[in-house]
């Protein structure tokens, strides 16, 4: 069933058609780029730096910890590592928004 054929019988269609032309038209600014930072980014520098760690953890030829021992520091670390990076990048968000609009201006 094609979208044309399901809009035909629906008794909204003219609605749903507004709505869709006033979010086609709104003058809010995007935010793909804050959806970037706030969801994407973490979870990317999280898997990221759980598996460094775990690479490096169990690169050796001993075991220095139990496997269960091992990924709980794994998680923990990977945790610490993204609050550190997400902190430090709001930080610099801040900052060169502050240096760009004074340049600016």
Avoid: W
């Amino acid at each position: 069933m094609s979208q044309e054929d399901f809009c035909q019988d629906c008794h909204q269609k003219n609605d749903c058609q507004e709505v869709y032309r006033r979010m086609g038209s709104s003058e809010c600014p995007p935010v793909f780029y804050k959806t970037l930072t706030a969801f994407l980014m973490p979870m990317v520098v999280f898997i990221v730096s759980l598996a460094v760690f775990e690479k490096t953890i169990s690169g050796g030829d001993y075991l220095l910890f139990s496997q269960k021992l091992q990924t709980a520091l794994g998680f923990f670390v990977a945790l610490l590592i993204t609050v550190v990076f997400m902190i430090t990048f709001k930080l610099l968000s801040k900052l060169f928004r502050k240096i760009f609009r004074i340049a600016i201006k």
